[in-house]
């Protein structure tokens, strides 16, 4: 099973390089490029665990 990163950048080509880092690392990344909805996206998601 891979491992899941949000990664919540605004530079939207920092985001990218680092998600193509990540997935070569064998991680799943999802990208949020707001700060609040970063926030939002990962609380709702240690709430469902």
Same mark, same amino acid.
């Given at each position: +099973? +891979?491992? !899941? #990163?949000?990664? #919540? *950048?605004?530079? /939207?080509? $920092?985001?990218?390089? /680092? !998600? ?8 799943? #990344? *999802? $990208? /949020?490029?707001? %700060?609040?909805? %970063?926030?939002?996206?990962?609380? !709702? *998601? $240690?709430? +469902? !665990?």
């Amino acid at each position: +099973m +891979m491992k !899941r #990163v949000l990664l #919540v *950048e605004d530079d /939207e080509l $920092i985001a990218e390089l /680092e !998600r193509d880092f990540l997935e070569a690392s064998n991680f799943q #990344v *999802e $990208i /949020e490029l707001d %700060g609040e909805r %970063g926030l939002k996206k990962a609380l !709702r *998601e $240690i709430m +469902m !665990r």
